[in-house]
């Protein structure tokens, strides 16, 4: 079944997209509060923080030299 959208689905489409820039925003100030406090207790550094995050991505991007079979 071919549905054209209706202007009530955009209107609903854009709402959705702005709670989830919302909640985007959220997230990354509850993130960013977390690990200043862990710093400022002297838990973990910024260095510490800096090596994980290239770890994590390391390990999340795919790796172009080695094409899926």
Not at 21 to 30: A, E, I
Request: no cysteine; aromatic share 2%.
């Amino acid at each position: 079944m071919n549905r054209i959208p209706s202007h009530m689905d955009e209107i609903n489409m854009i709402g959705k997209l702005a709670d989830l820039k919302d909640s985007l925003y959220h997230q990354s100030l509850v993130l960013s509060s977390l690990i200043q406090t862990l710093i400022d207790k002297g838990l973990i550094t910024p260095q510490e923080i800096q090596l994980k995050s290239k770890e994590i991505d390391a390990a999340l991007t795919p790796n172009p030299t080695h094409p899926i079979s």
